[in-house]
């Protein structure tokens, strides 16, 4: 396995998972990292849209949201199962609690690397 280094970037109060974690990164410093990077692994947020502008791929886990809506194909795009769909998917993420449960657990994701 090929030992690279990891950044977390997130906001305040986000759980820090890794030594480097940047926080409240702007743009410009979002799309220097995305250019330096082998690869990027995002929820779906606004960083797979980003990433898909600066024209550099990545893997995008998703929970609620529907990647066929939401997702740009050249990402790989993990669901676990479209059963945890949000019924509708114009309301707010927000609107919806949190399940861990509905993320691709970690060792499918390492498999996509």
Not at 48 to 74: A, C, F, N, R
């Amino acid at each position: 396995m090929i030992e690279e280094p990891i950044v977390q970037i997130g906001v305040e109060g986000e759980v820090q998972l890794v030594d480097d974690f940047r926080k409240g990164l702007p743009i410009s410093q979002l799309k220097e990292l995305l250019h330096e990077c082998r690869t990027w692994i995002s929820c779906d947020s606004f960083f797979q849209h980003l990433g898909w502008i600066e024209g550099k791929k990545g893997i995008v886990l998703w929970s609620v949201s529907d990647p066929l809506i939401y997702g740009h194909p050249e990402n790989t795009n993990l669901l676990k199962d479209r059963k945890y769909l949000a019924g509708n998917q114009f309301l707010w993420w927000e609107a919806y609690d949190h399940n861990a449960e509905t993320f691709v657990p970690a060792r499918e994701v390492f498999k996509c690397l």
